[in-house]
């Protein structure tokens, strides 16, 4: 999610509006977990890969969570990246051997844990440009890798407008519709974006496509 209108982090090199066919849900009307990273506190919570990933890659965004990359609940602290970056980070040394156990990417496919945390593949998660940020074109010749660190505590979903319920009665089709809409936002509890730690991203990760 990203607020801003002119080089957002969805539509960079453009400026759309809430009435831009087919961009405008990009408008959610708050700012979300990659936009705190690399936008808001990027000096500090985004760093520039420029290469393949590897197993550092994970331990570089914990480090820069400082307090946050230790979680309360198991859980609480998450990897987060595309599905490109994801397959790719089967191949990472470290995960594909496991000394030859039946941990490894080799046996299971899959990466349940790096550092303890779990990791998330999402397909909502979109490759990007050289500068984390995916085009307006929707990066159809750069097509880099990113991966996320969160500390889920710190964030809350909330409601901007409560649910609201409405039926309808469909005579000629004997049967009563329900119609169900709300308002949804997500919020870091910091209350400072600009300083705030518990999210960190990579980017610019090269190989992955």
Request: negative net charge; hydrophobic residues 45%.
């Given at each position: 999610a990203d607020t801003t209108v002119t080089n957002g982090i969805n539509s960079d090199g453009a400026t759309i509006s809430k009435s831009t066919a087919g961009k405008a849900h990009w408008l959610l009307g708050?700012?979300?977990l990659i936009h705190l990273?690399?936008?808001d506190n990027s000096a500090n919570q985004s760093f520039d890969k420029a290469a393949a990933i590897d197993a550092d890659v994970f331990n570089r965004c914990l480090s820069k969570m400082g307090k946050y990359a230790l979680p309360r609940r198991r859980g609480d602290v998450v990897f987060i990246?595309?599905?490109p970056?994801?397959?790719?980070?089967?191949?990472i040394t470290e995960f594909e051997t496991v000394d030859s156990?039946?941990?490894s990417t080799l046996s299971t496919g899959e990466i349940m844990n790096v550092y303890g945390k779990p990791y998330i593949t999402t397909d909502e998660m979109r490759q990007a440009d050289v500068d984390g940020k995916v085009t307006d074109s929707g990066n159809a010749t750069t097509t880099l890798g990113r991966i996320l660190a969160v500390n889920t505590s710190q964030w809350a979903v909330g409601f901007r407008r409560q649910i609201t319920v409405e039926?309808?009665?469909e005579a000629g089709k004997g049967?009563?519709?329900?119609?169900?809409?709300?308002r949804v936002a997500l919020t870091e509890r910091s209350g400072t974006r600009s300083t705030a730690k518990h999210a960190a991203i990579a980017y610019n990760i090269t190989?992955?496509?």
């Open positions: 708050f700012d979300g990273a690399l936008v990246s595309d599905v970056t994801s397959v790719r980070a089967l191949s156990g039946m941990g039926m309808d009665r049967q009563t519709v329900m119609y169900v809409s709300m190989g992955v496509s």
